[in-house]
Structure formats: C-alpha cells, structure tokens
C-alpha cells in the first residue's frame, strides 16, 4: 500500500522462512497447539505471563496487522475471542487481556501477527508481572485443559 507507512521490527523483520510462528504452523518448531482451523492456529505462549497465556495467530505470515486484509482481521478476533472462552475455562481466570503489538516500539517481538490472550486472576487484579516459567508437564496440562474447553463455531 503507497504512502501507508511500515512499522519497523528492526532485527526480527523477517521472512516467512525464518519466522518461528510459521515454524510453528509447520510443526518445524515445538509448541503446545491448543486451536487450529484453515486460516488461524493457536499455541501457549512459550515465555507466559500467567499461566493459560496464548498467542493466536493468522497462518498466513504478516508483520503487522496491517498487512492483513480488514475482513481477516475481524475473523482472527473472532477466534482469539473463542480461545479466550477455552483459556478462562481451563485455568480458571476471572478475566483476561487481549494484548496485539504492532512494531519494534510497541514490543513486538516476533514479526508475525498476533494477539495475545492473557488470563488474569482477581489475585493478580492490577499488576502486569514479568514472564513466568513453567514446566513442560503444565504447560501440556494447560494446553490439553484449553483444547477441551474450545467452544464449537457458530459460523
Ligand atoms: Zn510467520
């Protein structure tokens, strides 16, 4: 698009060939997948901020989103609206974030679209701690607890 002017992402600018989010959507990168369908797939983020913290993503390789068409954008929220339902379910959060980076500046840190679905638990109400670490028997855990909790499509 002329004149539409790019967000950089510095060092992480990257083609499809070098980025981990499609390495991921080729099974080319370990990760615990908790949704897929034709055009959108979704994994725990592997350096979370709660537990239940998952990244939904376009399988299409995007930087930012704007390099998304606006109909595709609308459907990626619909889907990470849906695994947000699975997310809470599963982890049992009394709420969640949608957190979408675009560019260096806003911390993208992976240049591939996607958002964030952080569950957040009263207890937590009001921080936004750093990174957590789990184990890879809960992080399966949670990823199957997800996977059970994803609600049928209604379109
Ligand atoms: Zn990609």
């Known amino acids: 698009m002329a004149g539409v002017r790019r967000m950089g992402t510095g060092a992480q600018r990257s083609s499809e060939e070098s980025c981990i989010f499609c390495k991921i ?6 990760s615990y997948i908790v949704y897929e369908d034709e055009k959108h797939i979704a994994f725990l983020d592997a350096f979370p901020f709660s537990n239940g913290h998952t990244l939904v993503c376009p399988k299409r390789h995007g930087e930012t989103i ?5 109909t595709d954008i609308a459907e990626l929220f ?4 849906r695994v947000s339902k699975a997310v809470v379910a599963a982890v049992g959060a009394d709420g969640f974030r949608f957190v979408q ?7 993208q ?3 591939h679209v996607h958002v964030h679905v952080i569950p957040v638990k ?9 990174r957590r670490s789990f184990t890879p028997q809960e992080m399966d855990h949670t990823a199957r607890g997800i996977r059970a909790n994803i609600p049928a499509a209604t379109n």
């Not at 619909?78 to 609206?81: D, E, G, T, Y």
């Not at 980076?101 to 911390?107: H, I, K, L, V």
């Not at 009263?122 to 750093?130: K, Q």
């Open 25 to 30: 959507r080729d099974r080319a990168a370990p």
């Open 109 to 111: 840190v992976v240049a």
């Open 78 to 81: 619909q889907v990470a609206s």
């Open 101 to 107: 980076n675009n560019g260096e500046a806003a911390n």
């Open 122 to 130: 009263m207890a937590d109400r009001g921080t936004f701690g750093g």
């Open 66 to 70: 704007w390099d998304m068409e606006e």
